[in-house]
């Protein structure tokens, strides 16, 4: 997924002195220095489900809180300011490679309710650090997520990339148990 997101992440590249950056490349290589042992997130692609419209799609403006779901919201950490509120997860997706080839490494599914009528939304900051810290080491996080939305994932990493689907672990096949198309 990493190869295809790239072009749809405009402007990331900027610098900002010595604040936390995401950072390309192997940040472990060299001396051991400045940075060392930071996170990646090249092989991290942010697919959001929405349910209601059966449809899965990458919105790169997510690893920095600006994807098209999240414009022109205002978020809180509580529910119940958003009672008309659109569902969507964000799951953040890890690839690896493989013996057989890249694969689909990773999920970390988080749960967001977008009501742009009013301008407000809900999502758990600490639930989308944990679940992207998650994917990001290959684990698998989407059994909180309703059966139908981890159906849309599932066809979706399927038609994304058929071989990085067949390539994945039994863990990750495990995960999507159950899922049905409703």
Not at 2 to 30: H, M, P, V, W
Not at 60 to 75: D, I, N, Q, T, Y
Not at 119 to 135: C, G, I, Q, T, W
Not at 146 to 171: G, P, V
Request: glycine share 8%.
């Amino acid at each position: 997924m990493s190869e295809f997101s790239k072009d749809n992440n405009k402007g990331a590249e900027k610098k900002r002195g010595s604040q936390f950056n995401i950072l390309s490349g192997d940040a472990t290589k060299g001396d051991g220095g400045f940075n060392a042992g930071a996170l990646s997130l090249d092989n991290v692609t942010p697919v959001f489900i929405d349910p209601a419209e059966d449809a899965a799609f990458i919105d790169m403006g997510a690893l920095h809180a600006r994807s098209e779901p999240e414009k022109r919201v205002k978020f809180g950490p509580d529910k119940s300011n958003v009672p008309d509120g659109k569902l969507y997860w964000l799951v953040w997706v890890s690839t690896e490679q493989g013996e057989n080839g890249p694969f689909y490494a990773g999920l970390g599914a988080c749960e967001m309710l977008v009501d742009k009528k009013a301008r407000r939304a809900y999502k758990s900051m600490p639930e989308h650090v944990n679940n992207l810290d998650k994917a990001i080491k290959g684990r698998i996080a989407i059994a909180h997520m309703d059966e139908h939305s981890r159906y849309i994932l599932q066809e979706y990493l399927k038609a994304f990339n058929r071989n990085m689907w067949d390539n994945s672990t039994e863990e990750l096949y495990e995960a999507f148990r159950g899922a049905a198309e409703q």
